[in-house]
């Protein structure tokens, strides 16, 4: 359209050439009143030109930086009441205070956080189904039974029949994390802090989420994991457990493939990997074989594995105390519910454990994050799934 009008105007100053020459005061008077139109059209579509640029190709002078939120600086004013420079951590944080103490990031900018969680867990490299509720509990219906079809003969009525559902209820559950961190990190609070704090808080519920998926027992505010999940299928090693043969991994195939299940990927510890690479096949051919490239996931037996130190290998069973398990399944089957909020709490005199002692905050002058995100875990149908039990390497 823009360029119609441009057209337009010019072929007009053309058509006006031959009056200009005509000495007729009347004549003169009107091609000048067209010819400052003209020149206010052409002004305006300056002006469009300009506005379009300017929104398609903006340079970095016509648009404003796009500010992420700063877990550093918001820490520092937690702790210390330093809000300057802060300003839009402090507006998102003050609309989610508690009256505990505690702040809830809203979900704009907890999303990001949590993307970095879920891309430092197991899980993230598995298709598993993630929900966000806004709600809760959150129920997913499931299929229970299903119709039944029958042969019939002429003139013979249809036995009716129909599919029954029921559903699994998710409810919002806490992952916790205690963080401690150096005050002069927290007072300083750049960019660099900041990357330092998001790492602290996203290692310590990735391990925990992933360990509770797992082997999560269910009690007290524990998920449910897979292996402690009824109606999961198993394949045991033994009463003392044993080492996996490639007989065993087609067993638990089998478990999966016999309840109409289609089996994704394998999960199990790097131990677990290093027993099974051993293993070869009657013509000599390993059953693990060489990754073909980086961009893809290594096989066995032609399904994606994944491993995780998350699984423990000191598990007892019968009189061995150095097992572990593998669990295999239809991947879409497990549901991760994410209620989108990230609670903070800072204690600058809490103790927390350090792996070896009790230590205290107010001692070291650091400060004790608590990191607090509401999730939930169930598997949609447990008989798409099996562990293998007993497993030693």
Request: with cysteine; glycine share 6%; proline share 6%.
């Amino acid at each position: 359209m823009i360029a119609e009008v441009q057209n337009l105007t010019k072929t007009l100053r053309e058509d006006f050439e031959d009056y200009r020459k005509s000495k007729d005061p009347l004549i003169q008077e009107k091609i000048s009143a067209v010819e400052s139109r003209i020149n206010t059209l052409e002004e305006k579509l300056e002006q469009a030109l300009a506005v379009r640029n300017k929104t398609q190709f903006p340079t970095e002078s016509d648009s404003e930086p796009v500010q992420e939120f700063s877990y550093a600086k918001a820490l520092r004013g937690i702790v210390f009441g330093r809000w300057d420079g802060a300003e839009r951590e402090q507006k998102a944080l003050s609309e989610g205070t508690d009256s505990a103490g505690g702040y809830l990031v809203p979900p704009e900018q907890a999303r990001e956080l949590i993307d970095l969680l879920r891309a430092r867990t197991v899980f993230n490299n598995l298709p598993v189904t993630r929900y966000t509720p806004t709600f809760a509990p959150f129920d997913l219906p499931r299929l229970a039974s299903g119709a039944t079809g029958y042969m019939v003969g002429e003139n013979t009525d249809i036995t009716a029949s129909q599919p029954s559902f029921d559903q699994v209820r998710l409810t919002p559950k806490k992952a916790a994390g205690l963080v401690p961190i150096s005050n002069n990190l927290i007072r300083r609070a750049d960019p660099a802090v900041d990357q330092i704090v998001r790492n602290d808080l996203v290692a310590v519920i990735a391990r925990l989420l992933d360990l509770q998926y797992l082997q999560g027992d269910g009690s007290g505010g524990n998920l449910t994991g897979i292996i402690n999940t009824s109606g999961v299928n198993e394949v045991s090693l033994g009463e003392d457990g044993g080492t996996p043969s490639i007989d065993t991994l087609y067993d638990a195939l089998y478990e999966v493939e016999r309840n109409n299940g289609m089996a994704t990927a394998w999960v199990f510890h790097p131990r677990t990997k290093n027993t099974l690479r051993k293993i070869k096949t009657t013509d000599g051919q390993y059953i693990l074989q060489p990754q073909v490239s980086a961009s893809e996931p290594p096989t066995l037996l032609g399904l994606p594995y994944y491993t995780t130190t998350r699984i423990p290998i000191n598990l007892t069973v019968g009189e061995s105390t150095d097992c572990s398990y593998i669990v295999v399944g239809q991947w879409s089957e497990a549901v991760i519910a994410e209620w989108m909020g990230l609670q903070l709490e800072a204690s600058r005199e809490a103790s927390y454990f350090d792996g070896s002692q009790l230590q205290s905050a107010f001692s070291r002058d650091q400060t004790v994050i608590r990191a607090i995100l509401e999730v939930d875990f169930a598997l949609r149908q447990p008989k798409a799934f099996c562990k293998v039990t007993g497993v030693r390497p």
